[in-house]
């Protein structure tokens, strides 16, 4: 391999010598027509901002190889720190207590 060529490289450079360039029938150079279609498709995208579904949120927080990520978080019908309404729930009593007093009979 004095040449610095691949096999494949040589094999296609062989063919080349014999066979000349491919016959696909285009024209060799792309119209400004489409050289205008390339760049239009290929326009970078504008960052889009999504929002979280109902009854969800966002935490953004950072992955530990620094990556920015983002966790969607139910959100509790309650507020942090305040207990859940229980006036809706059927058989509740005054007392959080067991009937029988809670305490073992042996």
Request: hydrophobic share 30%.
């Given at each position: 391999?004095?040449?610095?060529?691949?096999?494949?490289?040589?094999?296609?450079?062989?063919?080349?010598?014999?066979?000349?360039?491919?016959?696909?029938?285009?024209?060799?150079?792309?119209?400004?027509?489409?050289?205008?279609?390339?760049?239009?498709?290929?326009?970078?995208?504008?960052?889009?901002?999504?929002?979280?579904?109902?009854?969800?949120?966002?935490?953004?927080?950072?992955?530990?190889?620094?990556?920015?990520?983002?966790?969607?978080?139910?959100?509790?019908?309650?507020?942090?720190g305040?207990?859940?309404?229980a006036?809706?729930?059927?058989?509740?009593?005054?007392?959080?207590?067991?009937?029988?007093?809670?305490?073992?009979?042996?």
């Amino acid at each position: 391999m004095a040449d610095g060529l691949r096999p494949w490289q040589r094999f296609y450079r062989f063919l080349w010598r014999f066979l000349g360039p491919a016959q696909t029938g285009l024209p060799p150079y792309a119209t400004e027509e489409e050289r205008e279609e390339y760049r239009r498709r290929n326009q970078p995208k504008p960052a889009s901002v999504s929002e979280p579904p109902p009854g969800y949120r966002f935490m953004v927080y950072t992955d530990p190889n620094g990556v920015p990520r983002r966790a969607l978080i139910p959100i509790d019908p309650a507020a942090p720190g305040q207990a859940p309404d229980a006036s809706g729930v059927t058989g509740v009593s005054g007392s959080a207590e067991a009937p029988d007093g809670g305490g073992r009979k042996s």
